[in-house]
């Protein structure tokens, strides 16, 4: 993708389809596994379910968790970056930003940040999709995963 402009319509990222095939298989499996058990009920087949959603349990919380320390990175380079353009006489505002304010901001290009960065202040914009459609030089983002 990195040979395409990024833009709103284009920059959201899908989950991996390494995630979505094991998502298949553990969910034909669990379909596998409550079929076992509602026509031949057996402990093994109770132990089977029970271990597919304790599977499936595990998959969303890991990739819940690595979108939560995604977001804590893109936090801290947005501030970094936000202090570098702005000046630290800013620091407080960057730094009384939500998480969701400088996710939007970070598709910005530099040479915008600063004036979305007032507009966002001023009218305590939170939506970070509503952030995100207001930015018109895109900076694009090729590394996210």
Same mark, same amino acid.
């Given at each position: 993708?990195?040979?395409?402009?990024?833009?709103?319509?284009?920059?959201?990222?899908?989950?991996?389809?390494?995630?979505?095939?094991?998502?298949? @298989?553990?969910?034909?499996?669990?379909?596998? +596994?409550?079929?076992?058990?509602? $026509?031949?009920?057996?402990?093994?087949?109770?132990?089977?379910?029970? *271990?597919?959603?304790?599977?499936?349990?595990?998959?969303?919380?890991?990739?819940?968790? +690595? @979108?939560?320390?995604?977001?804590?990175?893109?936090?801290?380079?947005?501030?970094?970056?936000?202090?570098?353009?702005?000046?630290?006489?800013?620091?407080?505002?960057?730094?009384?930003?939500? $998480?969701?304010?400088?996710?939007?901001?970070?598709?910005?290009?530099?040479?915008?940040?600063?004036?979305? *960065?007032? $507009?966002?202040?001023?009218? $305590?914009?939170?939506?970070?999709?509503?952030?995100?459609?207001?930015?018109?030089?895109?900076?694009?983002?090729?590394?996210?995963?």
């Amino acid at each position: 993708m990195s040979g395409i402009t990024q833009n709103y319509d284009n920059h959201s990222k899908s989950p991996s389809k390494y995630f979505l095939v094991a998502l298949g @298989l553990i969910g034909a499996h669990m379909i596998w +596994a409550f079929f076992v058990m509602a $026509t031949a009920f057996s402990l093994s087949s109770l132990m089977s379910g029970l *271990f597919t959603i304790a599977i499936l349990m595990i998959a969303f919380y890991a990739r819940r968790h +690595a @979108l939560g320390v995604q977001d804590r990175v893109i936090r801290l380079e947005e501030q970094i970056r936000l202090e570098r353009i702005l000046g630290s006489e800013s620091r407080e505002e960057i730094h009384g930003m939500a $998480t969701e304010q400088l996710i939007g901001l970070r598709f910005a290009s530099d040479g915008e940040v600063a004036a979305l *960065f007032r $507009t966002i202040v001023e009218e $305590t914009i939170e939506d970070r999709k509503e952030i995100k459609k207001r930015v018109k030089v895109w900076r694009a983002d090729h590394q996210r995963i």
